[in-house]
């Protein structure tokens, strides 16, 4: 009976939902790496913390992103984040009420439907939506997913077969941004790129 017990609980301790997976990039523009972007998920809980820094035309830009999710499946259930865009600072903070989700954006709220998605890259399911929320300022977005099927690429130094998509937002008919999306054969990510005016933002993993 003893036995059977602390057999039950290390089965529960190593369940699926307790096991943290954690993805790890530098962050590359124009060959040199400005900071780092990390995706942790446990369970129920998101965290995806960005630091960036770099020059340009002998400016100097910054970029945080810090932003903590939680989940109910694959429908978001709360999020708290906070992102300083070179000076520019966005508060985000939103939970289930009354069969929606309040967001609000420095302190302006507004209604989404109960279940909704944010670029949560690290989770593939966000390849079926037609609309994701954007976790620095809220925005509710448009997307169109292109499948562009099987590509070779290095990652942590190996020669892989991935699965590469592209994701296009928009707002109102224009497009917003657009970041490309790799998975290894086990759907999980393995990088990203971000077409920004001054070059690509490539996210390497380590």
Known sequence: ??????????????????????????????????????????????????????????????????????????????????????GEVFNVDGGKSNGKLKVSLNGNEKSLPECIMTFAYWNPKILDQKKLMNSQDAEWLD??????????????????NTHHYIIQANKDGDEVFIIDVWYDDNMSLVGLRSPTPIGNLIYKLI
Request: glycine letters at 4%.
């Open 1 to 86: 009976m003893k036995y059977s017990f602390i057999l039950t609980l290390l089965l529960s301790l190593f369940s699926s939902n307790l096991i943290a997976k954690e993805w790890d990039f530098d962050v590359i523009l124009n060959d040199e790496i400005i900071g780092k972007h990390s995706f942790k998920q446990v369970g129920k809980e998101s965290h995806s913390l960005a630091k960036f820094k770099f020059k340009f035309m002998f400016m100097s830009f910054s970029y945080e992103h810090d932003s903590k999710e939680t989940w109910n499946k694959d429908c978001l259930k709360s999020i708290v984040s906070k992102t300083n865009d070179d």
């Open 143 to 160: 997307v169109v997913i292109k499948n562009t099927g099987i590509e070779a690429k290095n990652v942590q130094g190996q020669e892989i």
